[in-house]
């Protein structure tokens, strides 16, 4: 899943080196430019990786370069509905311990 990713941020910052195919690497939420200046989910305005179908609801997807969107870190984290929780914050302590 890793090298995809990478060859996805590569082909987004392909397309967006030339003005003809600019519009196809901008973020699929926003349609903001995104910075391709930076590593991948760095900044707000840098590139991630979105499923257009969401992976909980079409798992067979998740590796599927048709599925991919071209997103910012921000708008892909605050869609966030599906972000992982499993480093946890612990068990909360009772308030009288
Ligand atoms: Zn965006």
């Known amino acids: ?3 995809l990713r990478d060859d996805f ?4 910052k392909r397309l967006d080196a030339d003005p003809e195919t600019r519009h196809e690497a901008d973020c699929w939420l926003c349609h903001g430019r995104i ?10 305005d ?9 992976v909980d609801t079409y798992p067979e ?6 599925n991919f969107r ?12 599906r972000a992982p929780n ?11 311990w």
């Open 9 to 12: 941020f590569e082909e987004g």
């Open 46 to 54: 840098s590139h991630t990786l979105d499923h257009a179908k969401d």
């Open 70 to 81: 071209h997103c910012h870190f921000n708008c892909n984290s605050s869609r966030g509905k």
């Open 35 to 44: 910075d391709y200046t930076v590593p991948a989910a760095t900044t707000p």
């Open 61 to 66: 997807l998740q590796e599927d370069p048709d």
């Open 86 to 96: 499993d480093q946890g914050l612990g068990e909360q302590m009772p308030a009288w």
């Open 1 to 3: 899943m890793h090298a």
